[in-house]
């Protein structure tokens, strides 16, 4: 294998490693995007169980 091959193999693996590693980053963005809209749901949902659980409240203190 001659200097010219070997620049060669190593320029592939060149480009091969840095479109894994786009890949990687866009896949990373997308995560984020994804844990962020759970986070919110989350929330949303944590709200909602503390309005109910003041409504069960005054309901029961309303039965007393």
């Known amino acids: 294998m001659d200097i010219d091959e070997r620049l060669e193999r190593l320029t592939q693996r060149h480009e091969a490693l840095t479109q894994t590693v786009e890949l990687l980053t866009k896949d990373l963005s997308d ?7 759970i986070a919110e749901g989350t929330a949303r949902l944590l709200h909602v169980a503390e309005i109910h659980e003041k409504r069960i409240g005054r309901l029961e203190d309303e039965k007393s």
Do not use: G
């Not at 995560?31 to 809209?37: A, C, G, P, R």
């Open 31 to 37: 995560m984020k995007v994804l844990v962020n809209d």
